[in-house]
C-alpha cells in the first residue's frame, strides 16, 4: 500500500479547530455577561436588606456629634470584614472640631486596578430634634449602607473579581455638611485617583404603594449629556421593575455632589416618594419597603457588573 502524506491534512485539521475556537471565543463574553448580571441581581435578597437597616436602625441613633461615632464605624468595618474582605480601613478626618470617620472597603480589579468605580452612602443619620438620642435614620440612610453590604456581601460570596477597583465607602458627617464625601473627592482629586464612577444610594427604603407598576426611581444626575445616565436607564429597565425618572432639584443634597464637584461621574439613587418621615423618630424600619428597596440595589448591582466584566 502507499504511503501517504498527512502533514498538509494535519494542518487544515489544526487551522479548522483554531478558526472554530477563535470565533467561540469572540462570541461567548457577551453571553456570558447577560447570563452573568440576570444571575447575579437575582441574588439580592430583600431579608438582607431588612436585616442590615434594622441593624442600623437599633443602634438607636447615629448622629456625627455622638461619642458613639467611632464606635459605628468599627462596627461597620468588622461588618465588611465579616464577609471575607481584608482590605477595609477606617479613614479619619477633622470636622467640626471632632474626628469622623469614614470606612472604605476595597475590591482590587484585576486588568485595571487604578480605576474605581464607588458604591456610596452616608451611615449618619439625623432628626430635628434638640436631644439626639433616637435618630433611628432607617431609610436616610441605613437603605442606603444596606445597598452597599448587600452587594459587597455576594461580589465576595460570588468570588466576583472585577475589572476596576470597587470601593464600598460609607460616609460620615454627610448630615452636617457633605463632608465624609467631601473629604474623600478632595483626597482623590489631590492624589490623581483615577475613579471611574461614584453611585450614591441614599433614601432608596420608601415607597408607599405595592403596585410594582407604580413604582419609580429617581436618578440624579450632574450633566445633561452624561452616559453613564444613559447607562442606568438601560440598565434599570432590564434588571427591575422600576420606572426611572431624572429630577435634579435636589441633586446638590447627596455625597456624589462632593466627586460631581471634582469633576468624577457620578449619580444619585433615591426613591421617587416623598418620605414623610424624613428626619423624624418616625424614620423607621417598619415604614420602609424593602421589596422596592431591592430593585433599587439591584440597579446599582447591574451597573457595577456591566462596566467591570
Known amino acids: 500500500m502507499k504511503k501517504m502524506n498527512l502533514m498538509p491534512r ?125 435618630d433611628p435614620g432607617a431609610d436616610d440612610n441605613a437603605s442606603g449602607v444596606a445597598a452597599s453590604l448587600e452587594i459587597a456581601r455576594l461580589m465576595k460570596k460570588e468570588a466576583f473579581r472585577p475589572e476596576s477597583t470597587i470601593q464600598f465607602i460609607a460616609f460620615a458627617a454627610e448630615e452636617l455638611g457633605l463632608f465624609g464625601s467631601e473629604d474623600y473627592a478632595n483626597k482623590a482629586k489631590e492624589g490623581n485617583f483615577k475613579i471611574k464612577m461614584m453611585l450614591n444610594a441614599d433614601m432608596i427604603a420608601y415607597e408607599p404603594s405595592n403596585n410594582q407598576k407604580l413604582w419609580k426611581v429617581n436618578i440624579m444626575n450632574y450633566k445633561k449629556d452624561d452616559f453613564l445616565l444613559s447607562l442606568a436607564y438601560d440598565l434599570c429597565t432590564t434588571y427591575t421593575v422600576l420606572d ?17 464637584n471634582k469633576g468624577y461621574p457620578a449619580l444619585f439613587f433615591i426613591s421617587a416618594s416623598e418620605n414623610p418621615y424624613y428626619h423624624t423618630a418616625l424614620d423607621l424600619s417598619s415604614n420602609c419597603n424593602f421589596d422596592y428597596c431591592r430593585e433599587v440595589v439591584k440597579l446599582n448591582y447591574a451597573i457595577l457588573l456591566h462596566t467591570n466584566l
Open 10 to 134: 494535519l494542518i487544515f485539521l489544526i487551522l479548522a479547530i483554531l478558526v472554530l475556537f477563535v470565533s467561540c471565543q469572540e462570541d461567548e463574553p457577551e453571553v456570558d455577561k447577560t447570563i452573568n448580571i440576570q444571575q447575579f441581581v437575582d441574588n439580592i435578597s430583600a431579608d438582607s436588606l431588612k436585616s442590615a437597616i434594622v441593624w442600623l436602625e437599633q443602634m438607636k441613633s447615629r448622629y456625627a456629634y455622638n461619642e458613639n461615632r467611632k464606635d459605628i464605624a468599627l462596627k461597620l468595618k468588622n461588618k465588611f470584614k465579616g464577609y471575607g474582605y481584608s482590605n477595609v480601613k477606617i479613614d479619619s478626618f477633622f470636622c467640626e472640631d471632632l474626628w469622623q470617620y469614614n470606612v472604605i472597603t476595597t475590591l482590587e480589579g484585576t486588568s485595571s486596578p487604578d480605576s474605581i468605580c464607588i458604591l456610596g452612602a452616608h451611615y449618619d443619620s439625623y432628626t430635628d430634634s434638640f436631644v439626639h438620642a433616637n
Open 244 to 260: 426611572p425618572i431624572t429630577d435634579n432639584l435636589f441633586s446638590d443634597c447627596g455625597d456624589s455632589y462632593s466627586f460631581a
